[in-house]
Nanobody, 116 residues
């Protein structure tokens, strides 16, 4: 059974920063791809950033230069550092991991609200 535990969401003012983290656990679980999606009210869930076990990263264009994704393979943990946050970054952020068989697992979601 794979379990994902997310943390780090919250309320931040425009221009502020937050770091999200997601720890994956499970017997012999080795995630190949770890990433973050977000879903704003009334919108579809979208990829924010992802990183492979080899360190290849992908970012949504709207967050390039403002967000950095990283992972600690020894801890099966992925991080998303978000800087210069904007109100349009407000959403529920979901951790997503995929194993070698392309089976995807989702976290419970963490709310990020950017507002003054």
């Amino acid at each position: 059974q794979v379990q994902l535990v997310e943390s780090g969401g919250g309320l931040v003012q425009p221009g502020g920063s937050l770091t999200l983290s997601c720890a994956a656990s499970g017997s012999n679980f080795r995630p190949i791809v770890m990433g973050w999606y977000r879903q704003a009210p009334g919108k579809e869930r979208e990829l924010v950033a992802a990183i492979t076990s080899g360190g290849i990263v992908t970012y949504k264009d709207a967050v390039k230069g403002r967000c950095t994704i990283s992972r600690d393979n020894a801890k099966n943990t992925v991080y998303l550092q978000m800087n210069s946050l904007k109100p349009e970054d407000t959403a529920v952020y979901y951790c997503n991991v995929r194993d070698a068989f392309q089976v995807a697992y989702w976290g419970q979601g963490t709310q990020v609200t950017v507002s003054s």
